[in-house]
């Protein structure tokens, strides 16, 4: 089975600091995707990647940025964290832009 | 089934019935469809997924069925045990283009023991 592994279950930041999310996939897909999930509005694109140091913007890109050195790890990063960026984080991998496989999620509260 | 709003739609039932869930999908180009399972404070689960080009698959204890006529995708769950219980939602995969899933709002399923 494939597994996508997220760094932190739960993460509490102060707004303006820096915030790193990781994600590490094990079954060496191309494809890593982030999501942010909150209630009434379902899963949102932030970012996605289908090759090492290749990045893609999503549905909601603005205030977040992605890195992506080495193909199974893909790191979320907020500059300077807002409350509004308060949400459950999902990390997903895919071989063929198909079937997606989820991380367990990364909850983030921003004080 | 799935609509638009703050409150998930939620389907109760009792154990050992059988559950549908219904999502509408907006892209008549959409190529590939997948139901995923999310309990609560996990990540979405696969369940079982479905071509355009079939209207109906099976799966152990689910089936999904597919209407392209009326844009409509549904979950059955055979004999529903308190282990089903979870959020349900649905994924469109447009053919051509970037092959990024829309994904749907989601049903709350609540079996009752």
């Known amino acids: 089975d494939v597994k996508v592994t997220q760094s932190s279950r739960y993460l509490v930041k102060r707004t303006g600091e820096k915030v790193f999310l990781e994600c590490v996939q094990d079954m060496d897909h191309e494809n890593m995707f982030w999501y942010r999930q909150d209630p009434g509005l379902g899963l949102r694109l932030i970012y996605f990647s289908y090759d090492v140091k290749m990045k893609e913007k999503g549905d909601i890109p603005e205030g977040y940025s992605v890195s992506r050195e080495k193909k199974e790890r893909f790191s979320l990063i907020l500059e300077s964290a807002s409350t509004n960026q308060t949400s459950m984080y999902l990390c997903?991998?895919?071989?063929?832009?198909?079937?997606?496989?989820f991380g367990p999620g990364t909850r983030l509260t921003v004080l | 089934g799935e609509s638009v709003g703050l409150h998930l739609p939620t389907l109760s039932v009792q154990e050992g019935d059988n559950s549908i869930i219904n999502c509408a999908y907006s892209?008549?180009?959409?190529?590939?469809f997948i139901w995923y399972k999310q309990e609560s404070g996990k990540g979405p689960q696969f369940i079982i997924d479905?071509?355009?080009?079939?209207d109906k698959r099976q799966g152990q204890r689910v089936t999904v069925l597919l209407n392209k006529t009326v844009k409509h995708l549904s979950l059955q769950i055979a004999a529903t045990q308190p282990g089903d219980s979870a959020v349900y939602f649905c994924?469109?995969?447009?053919?051509?283009?970037?092959?990024?899933?829309?994904f749907g709002r989601g049903t709350s399923l609540i079996v009752h023991p």
């Open positions: 892209n008549s180009a959409s190529d590939y």
């Open positions: 479905i071509r355009s080009n079939m």
């Open positions: 994924a469109e995969i447009p053919s051509g283009g970037s092959y990024i899933p829309t």
């Open positions: 997903a991998s895919s071989l063929d832009m198909n079937k997606q496989f």
